[in-house]
């Protein structure tokens, strides 16, 4: 799977199309002046204004099914804002908005059902929704958002007074009684947060269509209302973007123009401009901030490959893995963000050469991380020790010496990483765990390249702790699948050759992982480094249903050991869950 936050800021605007059709349409805009072509979203159509969020890294549009008999809520999804899921249906039935917000980690959505009751849910992923929750207020109009770690939702009175009205809750299902703004609106409200002041958007309730705002530090206390020298005659949107308050709105004409304006502080406001759309009833805005930076940690060990039995009697025998293997990992950053941030991976596919002895991929189970395999044209051939039986200090490691990892970070909670490479190709480096358990004994220009690399003892004790054959180390079944034919090693047997295939273990499926910290470089803006936590770790993984997925090989050659060998004679072969490949073992690993 591959991750799709937009990687540059823009302003969206959705809205229904002045037409028949009643088409829900999309447009957007790099600075909230200059607006693109709008978009059909999905074959979709409604009735009522839709709202839009971004979560998990993918956009989100609410509305209400066309159909006046069965005026469901809909939920669509797109990870690019072009191409967009099929809706779901989401809560009840509505004649009215139905709004989407994002809080402590989630897609939270609020609606008025057909008795213009409020009731609100949530969803982890944006597709499995908790039950919705009476808010025990009644309204025609209403918006949503989070503000100062509670759930705000400004509503109008379903009274005759139209008056303005707010409630607040810390978990979508205690609500606050009311609050008034000591406002009335012609039309629902808009709601939008800067700067720390939370910010109202409506229709003075008179024959004048004035737009105003006001606004408050606490969602208590609220100013007087500021008109912004508009009129309109439709429900505002308002959102927050590049540091500024946009206020979206249907010309009070009937040329159903779209309009926008801007503040810096819900005041003082510039004068309007078109975005290039006419819509039934006005449009809804929804600001995406996108800060970048870059993360650089020192390494990433790619592949763990152990090296078979030895042998005092001359040749050892020797592992190759060469097309049919790939001998890397699954690599997400655990749990190096803070908690409460969404992140997402995805893969720098222009800085990976298609003739490197590893590449990295999106392609995987999951979101949140990458695959790194070695290429189909690169051969991996190890031979066991000159001495007889298995010395783990001849298992070794492929470390990545330059990973970097490209941060997209937005205002709502999303992160999302691109993995890359720092400098024109990955440097990758061959280490044997012998010479990181007795570091005196490595060849001085491998020490030379990891001392460049930043490198220390502290380093060499994580690298070593993703192989548990190490001292110390404990092994996870889960890890280690056991292949169904074990191996002759006696001296005086024949040289034998076989294929090794993961297809040949247990058909169950297994999920393991090994995690280890690295110190890495953070460079970027404030949304940037504060999704950051103070950690940084890599996760290697490996989900495998054997019966499913696709086989992986080696060429295996096993040698006699010399004639005054008398240790273990049958020869245990594992398949390793995690780097994807084969480990050898002279006694049955511990289950």
Partial sequence: ?????????????????????????????????????NIDI????????????????????????????????????????????????????????????????????????????????????????????????????????????????????????????????????????????????LTAPAVAVLNGQM???????????????????????WSGNHWVDQTTAYAPTLTAFNNLLWVGFRADSDSGVLLQCSSADGINWSSNGSIGQTG????TFLGVDIQTGTLTPKYIVTSVIYAPPGSAAGTASSVSYSQGSQAGTTVSTGNSFQQGYSVTAGVDTGAFSAEASFGCSSETSSSSSVSI??????????????????????????????PLLNIY????????????????????????????????????????????????PTDYAAILSTNPFMPGGTIDPNRYLLLNQTFTYE????????????SETQTQTQETSVTYSVDATVKGGEEVT???????????????????????TATFTINPPSSGYDGPVMLYVYWDNVYQSFAFSLEPLSS
């Fill in 1 to 37: 799977m591959s991750a799709n936050l937009p990687t540059n800021s823009a302003i969206y605007a959705s809205f229904v199309a002045d037409s028949d059709s009643n088409a829900l349409l999309l447009c957007a805009s790099p600075d909230g002046c200059s607006w693109g072509p």
């Fill in 42 to 185: 999905a074959d979709q159509t409604t009735l009522a204004i839709p709202d839009l969020a971004v979560f998990n890294s993918q956009f989100w549009v609410s509305f209400v099914a066309s159909n006046g008999n069965n005026p469901q809520v809909l939920l669509c999804s797109s990870p690019d804002g072009v191409n967009w899921s099929n809706n779901m249906v989401v809560g009840g039935q509505s004649f009215r908005s139905p709004r989407l917000t994002v809080f402590n980690g989630r897609l939270w959505l609020a609606y008025a059902d057909t008795s213009s009751d409020l009731w609100v849910g949530s969803s982890p992923d944006g597709v499995n929704w908790t039950p919705f929750y009476p808010v025990n207020q009644s309204t025609w109009g209403f918006d949503f958002t989070s503000f100062n770690g509670q759930l705000y939702i400004v509503f109008i009175t379903s009274s005759s007074s139209q008056d303005l009205l707010v409630c607040s809750s810390p978990d979508g299902i205690n609500w606050s009684g009311n609050t008034p703004i000591n406002q009335s609106s």
């Fill in 199 to 221: 910010v109202v958007a409506f229709v003075a309730n008179s024959s004048s269509n004035e737009l105003l705002t006001c606004i408050s530090s606490d969602g208590v206390n």
């Fill in 280 to 283: 039934q009833g006005g449009p």
């Fill in 373 to 402: 395999n070695k290429s189909t044209t690169f051969t991996i051939d190890l031979s066991g020790p000159n001495n007889d039986g298995i010395d783990h200090q001849n298992d070794g490691f492929y470390l990545w010496l330059n």
């Fill in 409 to 456: 970070a937005d205002s709502f909670g999303d992160v999302q990483w691109l993995m890359s490479v720092a400098g024109a190709t990955m440097q990758i480096v061959w280490v044997q765990a012998g010479w990181l358990l007795q570091p005196g004994t490595m060849p001085q220009d491998v020490q030379q390249t990891l001392d460049a690399a930043g490198l220390t």
């Fill in 491 to 502: 001296a005086g047997s024949p040289t034998e050759s076989f294929t090794l295939s993961n």
């Fill in 530 to 552: 504060a999704a950051i936590g103070a950690n940084f770790e890599w996760t290697n993984s490996s989900s495998t249903e054997t019966e499913s997925e696709t086989d992986q």
